[in-house]
């Protein structure tokens, strides 16, 4: 990769420590580095061009280590390794690195800027942030483009955190190249100048938009011996970062004042401080690793247009709403607060609801399950809204589902669950021993053996084997006779460990919840006890183009008591491996089977996809299956909303109106194009979807806070937004309020 290395702080010096050891850092794993800086200091300068000035190249010869001086000189070497400085600006490199320089070492492929002497994160930092400014620079010439800072926490800065830090910027570079977004022009990188930085998180975050706050000029008067060089002046700039230096001013000797930039950061930090987790200013506090993607323009913000309409003078303010978020993962916690900001008025964030000023107060509550508080939920049902419901076992377990559809079915015997849901076995044993005691209830299991009772492999009917309460993929087999199905619990109860049972034969929770995540990891039958036994799906609809077996990702969002809705962007998620039938091999090749993409080891290219973008011979076979999808969806939430009540949305006597909820639902298209409802997940992985189709994700929060939060608390009321992207598929009125 040839890389374009462009700074604010110039060549080598005290406030410009980093850029040789970084460069070595790029060099050493194979990239070729081009550099050319400005021969000054020129931090605070952003994205300037120096109008009228004839730009004047030196020619600077580093020394092999980073302790070396270098050495500047007028005229061009003749061989060794040289860096260009140029008396302008950063940006000014960037356009003179790409166009006029370098073109014997081949196109430049990425620009990266830096690393730069101390943070640039908010908004105050990046807007005038000369490193910043040759990332966008480099933007705007349809360049990728890269901003990496270093942030220092202390004037002494020990080799080991350099080095560190420069391997955590060069594994940026080289992975941001590699995945870059959609609709990323330029990142903005800050990296902790620490020595564990490589062990801790990256985050993806917003930029902290803030102000300079105090009302005080970021200038002081100093009288005129009080000058000195930039290099001195940065140096002292990112040393007083936060430290009030109001009263520092020199005595002033002069009506004719001259003025030095000496801003004032307490503003800043304060901002951070003051801010909400996941941006740019509150992860490089954290000690982490910030990647904040941009766009190179000064753009207006959604949702302005139209007529402006001025409110009278005696319109009452928005309701401040509460705001309790916890135990989220890196990857949706921003993306929440995005569509939180965006659409909602009046924020307080809290950190635990006893904060609330009284418990009538307006609370929405954002969590993991474990941490709702549902008694809460359930006294306020006008004032406080759930991201959960406190029952739905009908769905998100296999074995109730399989009683929904089944009970649902034997009342509504035309519904179209019957030829989009296979037919479901259950079976509940402790041990494999128990088996029999299971199949011999298991009627249609007996009848498929019979069968298949000197059938050639090819010819017999399949099954798929799934524990009722595992997720992720674990626990799947595949199976086609009594003897195969035996072998699997056998199997799996010779695999478990003497280490995860007690003396009493009961297993031990916390250590089955380390047993391995794979496909063909071993599962507690004595814990899972309920299993639920399907046809298998085959052959299902291969493309093309990608000969894998693939599953289609929907969101399904419910709100209150009982609008359903479905997102229109799916995701399709691809098998490891090309397809083979059960039969090809002695034992199914699990991975040509099973396209959970939390069971792929290795590189997971290519295994997530817009559902949207899929090609196929048949034009319209998309739509089709949307719109089974769509009529799946909705019947499936009736039948447990109105057949299961007792195992959905009913905590007592009462369901929550004030509650919603994000199912993942899985659904397998066969070879007719004939759609089939796999599985419903409360609390779905979002962080399967990866870095380059995170905007999908982004789209859902964005329609889950239209539907189903602002409505709730009076925002809006009788508008539906999003109505292109989030489809109702069921409006029912449950008649228990």
């Known amino acids: 990769m040839h890389i ?44 300037a061009h120096i109008v009228g000035a004839l730009v004047k190249p030196t020619y600077y010869r580093p020394g092999k280590l980073p302790t070396d001086e270098g050495t500047t000189h007028d005229r061009p070497g003749s061989s060794g390794e040289e860096w260009i400085l140029v008396d302008s600006t950063p940006a000014s490199c960037v356009q003179i690195g790409l166009y006029h320089c370098f073109q014997e070492r081949g196109p430049i492929d990425i620009v990266v800027s830096g690393p730069n002497y101390g943070r640039n994160t908010t908004a105050v930092f990046s ?36 080095a560190a830090a420069s391997r955590q910027g060069l594994r940026l570079v080289e992975h941001l190249k590699s995945n870059w977004g959609n609709d990323v022009d330029l990142y903005s990188v800050n990296i902790p100048l620490i020595p564990d930085v490589e062990n801790r998180m990256v985050l993806y975050t917003n930029m902290l938009p803030n102000y300079w706050a105090s009302g005080s000029s970021s200038f002081k008067e100093v009288i005129m011996e009080d000058e000195r060089n930039p290099t001195e002046d940065e140096i002292d700039i990112r040393r007083n970062e936060g430290i009030d230096d109001s ?45 904040t993607p941009l766009k ?72 993991s399950y474990e941490t709702l508080s549902f008694p809460h939920t359930l006294a306020h049902p006008t004032t406080s809204l759930a991201n959960a419901y406190v029952i739905r076992k009908a769905l998100i377990r296999k074995h109730y589902l399989a009683s929904t559809v089944r009970t649902w079915l034997s009342k509504h015997p035309t519904s179209i669950l019957k030829e989009h849901v296979k037919p479901t076995v259950e079976l509940e044993l402790d041990y494999a021993e128990y088996l029999d005691e299971a199949l011999a209830e298991a009627w249609e299991l007996r009848e498929a053996f019979d069968r298949n009772e000197g059938r050639k492999p090819e010819e017999r009917e399949w099954w798929i084997l799934k524990p009722g309460m595992s997720d992720r993929g674990v626990g799947i087999r595949l199976f086609s006779s009594e003897e195969e199905l035996k072998a699997i619990f056998q199997g799996w109860e010779d695999a478990t460990p003497d ?79 090309p397809y083979q039938t059960p039969s090809s091999t002695t034992t199914p090749n699990l991975h040509a089977h099973l396209t959970n993409t939390c069971l792929q080891d290795g590189s997971r290219e290519g295994s997530v996809q817009r559902f949207w973008a899929l090609g196929h011979t048949e034009d319209t076979w998309k739509e089709k299956v949307w719109e089974q999808i769509c009529r799946v969806t909705g019947e499936v939430f009736e ?37 089939w409802l796999l599985e419903v997940n409360a609390f779905p992985d979002f962080a399967q979807t990866g870095s380059e189709l995170k905007g999908v994700v982004a789209g859902l929060f964005d329609g889950i806070v239209q539907t189903a939060v602002k409505p709730f608390f009076g925002l809006d009321i009788g508008q539906e937004r999003g109505v292109n992207e989030i489809h109702r598929v069921l409006d029912i009125d449950l008649g228990r309020r």
């Not at 004032?264 to 992860?283: C, K």
């Open 4 to 47: 374009l290395v462009v700074n604010d702080d110039g060549p080598p010096s005290t406030s410009s420590p980093y850029i040789l050891p970084f460069v070595r850092t790029l060099q050493s794993a194979g990239h070729t580095v081009s550099v050319i800086l400005p021969n000054v200091q020129r931090s605070w300068i952003g994205k």
């Open 127 to 162: 807007l005038n942030s000369g490193t910043v400014g040759g990332a966008m620079e480099a933007a705007i010439c349809r360049k990728r483009g890269i901003a990496i800072s270093f942030a220092f926490y202390s004037d002494r800065c020990e080799l080991e955190s350099i």
């Open 247 to 291: 009263d520092t001013v020199g005595e002033i000797r002069h009506k004719h004042k001259h003025f030095k930039w000496a801003p004032n950061f307490s503003d800043v930090r304060l901002s951070v401080r003051e801010s909400e987790p996941g941006n740019d200013g509150w992860a490089v506090e954290q000690r982490l690793t910030s990647v």
């Open 296 to 367: 190179a323009n000064f753009m207006h913000a959604d949702g302005f247009n139209g007529e402006l309409k001025l409110s009278c003078a005696t319109s009452s303010k928005a309701p401040e709403i509460y705001t309790f978020i916890s135990s989220l993962d890196s990857y949706i916690h921003p993306l929440l607060l995005s569509a939180l900001h965006k659409y909602i008025p009046n924020l307080r964030f809290i950190s635990s609801i006893s904060e609330l000023p009284t418990p009538q107060a307006l609370l929405l509550q954002y969590a």
């Open 499 to 577: 280490s995860i049972c007690s003396e009493d034969g009961v297993g031990n929770a916390e250590s089955t919840a380390a047993l391995p995540e794979r496909a063909d990891s071993p599962v507690m039958i004595s814990q899972l006890r309920h299993f639920v036994a399907q046809p298998y799906i085959d052959l299902p609809l291969l493309l093309p183009s990608i000969p894998r077996k693939f599953h289609i990702r929907a969101y399904a969002l419910a709100v209150g008591s009982l609008r359903v809705y479905v997102y229109r962007e799916m995701l399709a998620l691809f098998a490891a491996v």
């Open 639 to 675: 039948a447990a909303a109105r057949g299961m009540m007792v195992h959905f949305q009913r905590p007592a006597v009462q369901t929550l109106p004030n509650a919603f909820e994000v199912f993942g639902i899985d659904y397998l298209v066969d070879e007719r194009m004939n759609t």
